[in-house]
């Protein structure tokens, strides 16, 4: 794997971005726009999930990171579950919901993968050296 200096070359990092940005317009629309709880909930977590690769990534410890990966990975569910309300409240179309349920899964399966690297790896962070 290439060494990458900045959270933004992470691929996991990228992707969680272009679900929050997808998310979000969603959002001021209709009746979405009236249910400020779920909202805000739902762009909250689908914040968190970039939020918390950046910051784990930020840490420079291998043992941190991974720990922000499972929060973000839990974001990823956290954003499911919000969308099958967004659905069940008619806030969405089946086929936003379908695109946007399949974009928080991949991520998902990313970070999995990605922290499966990271147990494995001899890469230890910057504070190890």
Known sequence: MA???????????QKGRTLCNDIYPLTLNGSFEKDFKLRD????????????????????????????????????????????RALDRNHITQEQFEKLKVQAEDISKQINNFIKYLNTSEIKGTKFK
Do not use: P
């Open 41 to 84: 909930q739902i762009n909250g977590s689908s914040g968190s999930v970039m939020d918390n690769i950046a910051e784990g990534f930020e840490r420079d410890g291998k043992n941190e990171f991974r720990q922000f990966l499972s929060i973000a990975k839990g974001s990823c569910g956290e954003v499911r579950s919000q969308l099958y």
């Open 3 to 13: 060494t990458i200096h900045r959270f933004e070359d992470l691929e996991i990092w």
